[in-house]
């Protein structure tokens, strides 16, 4: 590969804040450029290899029998098998495909396929900064091959890194990502769990009981147009309305409304 291609993408930090939004992992990597532990010493990080800092591992082929643990392949966890053949903190870098290079992290026993790498720090190197290191380095952009793009053990060593080797600095870093991560984590499951109270709750209300055939109109107290109104309640706007769309109606033909955007109206605007 040409040096251009081997140079590495951590450099994207000192850019954090000229970048439009991005995937969650790959912008609290960024963001990393606003901590203290980042400025404070990255004068001091080091020039090496990525392989002086990582030891990769080859997967095997998925065992036949299923089991309780997971199986990792190019794109995440393809299914669960009844062996493991990684165990602890492991790095699971896909090898294979579209999505070669993407970039997991695992602290529990695993089997990694033969579509998949496993990478496990060298020397005191902490597994959760290198985790977050790889996903910066975009690995995707770096595979061989265009028809078929691959990411090997051979390429992956040779990538030429600039990186602290102190272990507090690693530790600080990793842990202010890993608190980010976990609470965009608990945010989204959060979502998950609302939207299903709110759907089991639509569905009580017009699909469990007993329903008889009618007009949507018999059902609406009054309607008025031309005011969109605001998100949130805000000065004069804080009379509540349901705006009624055109994509709508399919989802109140099942009971299940949960798209009609609440909206926020000035009350004079109801009496017109």
């Not at 996903?135 to 602290?164: F, R």
Request: hydrophobic share 35%; proline share 4%.
């Amino acid at each position: 590969m040409s040096d251009e291609l081997n140079k590495p993408k951590f450099d994207k930090l000192n850019k954090a804040k000229d970048t439009e939004p991005v995937e969650v992992s790959e912008r609290n990597a960024l963001n990393l450029s606003n901590s203290d532990a980042l400025n404070s010493s990255k004068r001091d990080w080091k020039e090496c290899k990525l392989g002086d800092v990582i030891e990769f591992g080859n997967g095997k082929a998925r065992p036949e029998k299923e089991g309780s643990f997971p199986v990792y392949g190019g794109n995440g966890v393809l299914g669960y098998a009844n062996e493991f053949n990684y165990d602890g903190e492991t790095i699971i870098i896909g090898r294979v495909g579209a999505y070669c290079g993407a970039t997991y992290y695992e602290n529990r026993p695993i089997w990694v396929s033969d579509n998949a790498l496993a990478a496990k720090p060298r020397d005191k190197n902490i597994t959760k900064f290198l985790y977050y290191f790889l996903k910066n380095l975009d690995l995707n952009q770096l595979a061989e091959g265009s028809s078929h793009p691959l990411v090997t053990q051979t390429l992956l060593n040779s990538i030429e890194i600039k990186i602290t080797d102190n272990i507090p600095e690693q530790k600080s870093i990793a842990g202010v990502l890993s608190s980010l991560d976990d609470k965009i984590d608990l945010l989204h499951r959060q979502n998950k769990t609302l939207e299903a109270m709110a759907e089991t709750l639509f569905r009580q209300w017009f699909l469990d009981k007993k329903t008889t055939v009618g007009k949507l109109g018999s059902l609406i107290s009054e309607t008025f147009g031309g005011e969109w109104g605001k998100e949130n309640p805000m000065g004069d706007f804080n009379y509540p309305v349901y705006c009624l769309r055109g994509t709508d109606i399919a989802d109140l033909q099942l009971g299940l409304a949960k798209r009609t955007p609440l909206r926020y109206i000035k009350e004079k605007n109801t009496k017109k």
